[in-house]
């Protein structure tokens, strides 16, 4: 799997630096812990229930009466503000960055992360729900309060993939939020108790400066070329002017390859009812300019009996040797431009020759996610 664009400055410095900890005592770490206060940067991805509104829109409301008064909670020092925010951090980036979720992920950014005292944890009408959770005396607001776990709030900026969008994802990317249980017992994992909520307003705008595979493309159809050619080259694809032209196999290796990026198993391809979906709705993408790609039959019919056992073993056993010669993965040399309005990608091997070119159009899709390269070719140029 290919790993997210990251950016990891602001992971350490603002776990170090931003720490506002407005209610945290600075006083030796005591018995009693908890309330402590905002602050520190931090990163990451999600984990089970949605949220929409943004964090503060959430309104103050009256403690239930179950929950403990914030008289008796207990009092956390700074240093265990600041070292909850930082693992809390961490552990939303590690999530985000290498968890099973990972590929959908283009670009994952640092923007703050802040202990929550108890007292807010209780009046909040968005935290009441989340920290009431549970059997009494094991909430996590019992857990606060008795000072035995932090609660912090992490902020985090993620880009999907382009093949993301096309899923329908559960969460908008974007500025977002999710909320973490960091226990004082460093030896305890952390524990996410939130889905993510939204924070994003307006229009999502990529962030600047991330490199664009050609002059005219966008980010989205940048990332996607280059997804498209690293999967026709790692199936062996040389010469086609559509999957038309392919055997069987060929089909095979694209759709194992090209599926990762839409986190598609390797069983899927078992099942000749979901291949169909599914690989009707890559080919449709890779290969036209059509909007209808969750519900055709354009390249594969209902009638398609689907991969043989038989030849599954086989070509999944031929999958080591049937890239295309010279291709060497994320470190492939690909080198992008116009031939008028064909976008031509060539691949070169450590000398610099040109083994492979693939070309392309574009489409600029019903919104900036859609607008994507499709594949009109290939031909091979060396070996």
């Not at 009693?32 to 959430?58: D, K």
């Not at 500025?175 to 994992?189: E, F, G, H, R």
């Amino acid at each position: 799997m290919r790993k997210p664009f990251l950016r990891q400055t602001a992971l350490v410095l603002a776990g170090i630096l931003l720490i506002a900890l407005a209610g945290c005592h600075e006083a030796p770490a005591s018995t009693e812990q908890p309330q402590t206060g905002e602050g520190a940067s931090a990163l990451s991805e999600p984990s089970a229930s949605v949220a929409g509104e943004p964090a503060e829109t959430a309104g103050a409301q009256a403690p239930e009466a179950s929950l403990p008064d914030p008289e008796g909670a207990a009092v956390f020092t700074y240093e265990q503000c600041e070292e909850a925010a930082l693992r809390a951090q961490q552990y939303w980036y590690a999530d985000m960055t290498t968890g099973a979720a990972a590929y959908r992920n283009a670009l994952v950014d640092s923007v703050a992360a802040s202990v929550v005292p108890y007292e807010r944890c209780i009046s909040n009408e968005r935290l009441v729900t989340l920290v009431s959770f549970g059997e009494e005396g094991k909430r996590p607001a019992d857990r606060i309060y008795a000072g035995t776990d932090l609660l912090v709030e992490v902020h985090f900026y993620v880009e999907y993939q382009p093949e993301i969008y096309y899923l329908g994802p559960q969460y908008g990317d974007g500025l977002d939020t999710v909320y973490i249980l960091v226990p004082v017992d460093t030896a305890q994992p952390c524990e996410v108790i939130s889905g993510w909520y939204y924070n994003q307003y307006g229009d999502n705008i990529p962030r600047p400066g991330q490199t664009l595979m050609a002059d005219g493309l966008t980010i989205y159809q940048s990332r996607m070329v280059l997804h498209q050619c690293q999967a026709m080259a790692a199936a062996g694809l040389r010469e086609f002017s559509s999957p038309a032209d392919w055997t069987e196999e060929e089909l095979y290796r694209y759709l194992y390859y090209r599926g990762q990026d839409f986190g598609l198993d390797t069983e899927i391809w078992q099942d000749a009812r979901r291949a169909i979906s599914d690989a009707n709705r890559i080919l449709t993408i890779d290969f036209t300019a059509e909007n209808d790609w969750s519900g055709n039959q354009r390249f594969l019919s209902a009638e398609w009996p689907g991969f043989s056992a038989e030849n599954l073993g086989n070509y999944t056993a031929g999958l080591d040797d049937s890239a295309v010669s010279g291709y060497e993965g994320r470190n492939t040399d690909w080198q992008f431009e116009w031939d008028g309005d064909i976008l031509v990608a060539r691949m070169k091997d450590e000398n610099g020759s040109v083994l492979q070119q693939y070309s392309f159009r574009t489409c600029e899709g019903f919104a900036a996610w859609n607008g994507r390269t499709y594949c009109v070719g290939g031909q091979p140029l060396k070996g």
